[in-house]
């Protein structure tokens, strides 16, 4: 009996060392396809850039022509109370779609009182032109399109032009930086839960400013639209586009990086190359007929990092590296893989 049990034991520590040793058969990767959080990202920028269109726009104009109600209805408006006494300017949008098509609801709330005011012989910095120029932006349950701006965001747009430049030689510039998060009403049951946070820095400059049109003299207004046709969806900005400093319309380009969180949780780094900043080209109108304001980020290229999944390349425009076109498209690429997305949707 002891033998049999021996024997018995060897053939079943033997059948174990064979158990152990047998390969597990090969499993093919899980690609790795997750691109929300990267338009999410992508959007905040948009969104970054409306917000700095305000800025200028209401600094300037008596009529917000981005985003006064494009064939407004009753209680469908933009409001905009100026007070120059304490040097704000609040926009008060009631579900108002703007000339961009896009429906903003809220308070947006601009504070230029770090900025002197001028004379007739020096012009000051009340003026988003004049170099110096500071606003500090902030909301009050304000949202745009989809996304929910948290009233704790905040931006500051500055004037960084030189003091005594010349016009007809040195563009204007600025910085934008701050902080916002956004939550997408589509997602979570529209619970405002926060999507995406966007902690920045961009520099911004208005390319063809050396231009009369655009730029006609410190003491003026700048002409973002000049009124020209905007260029219609899927041609190439041969006329008007982003490598083009003679364009009729306003051309702006950014660079910078911004740093977040996703709506995953894991942080992110959204870097805007310098070789290939992103441009809004103020010709552009894909919808021209329909949405005449609507001027996407038409050209540029991201790279974009969240947790450990691999480095994204963000192109806007569907034609990488070469001149955009007028259009919301974009090609966002995944360890090779490409995927078009539509920053609009």
Not at 205 to 220: D, G, R, Y
Request: proline residues 4%.
């Amino acid at each position: 009996m002891k033998k049999f049990a021996t024997k018995f034991s060897a053939v079943a520590l033997i059948a174990l060392a064979l158990t152990s040793c047998k390969k597990t058969p090969n499993e093919a990767p899980v690609a790795d396809t997750e691109f929300k959080s990267s338009i999410d990202a992508a959007a905040a920028t948009m969104i970054v850039t409306d917000i700095d269109m305000m800025v200028a726009q209401a600094s300037e104009r008596s009529y917000m022509f981005f985003y006064s109600t494009y064939s407004a209805t009753t209680n469908n408006t933009c409001t905009v109370i100026r007070d120059t006494t304490n040097k704000v300017n609040t926009l008060i949008f009631n579900n108002a779609k703007g000339a961009d098509g896009v429906v903003r609801n809220g308070t947006v709330t601009i504070s230029y009182t770090a900025c002197s005011t001028g004379t007739i012989t020096a012009p000051g910095q009340v003026y988003i032109r004049n170099p110096y120029h500071m606003s500090q932006v902030s909301f009050n349950n304000f949202s745009v399109g989809k996304y929910f701006v948290d009233n704790l965001s905040s931006v500051v747009v500055k004037n960084t032009t030189p003091a005594g430049y010349t016009r007809s030689v040195t563009p204007l510039s600025w910085s934008i930086s701050g902080t916002l998060k956004l939550a997408d009403t589509t997602d979570n049951a529209a619970n405002k839960n926060i999507d995406v946070t966007w902690v920045g820095q961009y520099t911004k400059v208005l390319t063809n400013s050396t231009s009369n049109t655009i730029h006609p003299a410190t003491t003026l207004p700048l002409n973002w639209i000049t009124g020209q046709p905007g260029i219609q969806t899927g041609t190439v900005n041969s006329s008007n586009n982003a490598v083009n400093p003679n364009g009729k319309n306003g051309i702006v380009k950014y660079t910078g990086k911004a740093t977040g969180i996703t709506n995953a949780g894991t942080t992110y780094e959204f870097n805007i190359e310098n070789t290939n900043p992103l441009y809004r080209d103020f010709g552009c109108s894909p919808d021209y007929y329909i949405n005449p304001e609507q001027h996407p980020i038409s050209k540029g290229k991201v790279t974009f990092k969240t947790g450990d999944k691999a480095v994204r390349t963000i192109y806007f425009g569907d034609q990488q590296d070469l001149v955009g076109y007028c259009d919301n498209s974009g090609i966002v690429y995944i360890n090779g893989v490409s995927y078009n997305v539509d920053f609009n949707k």
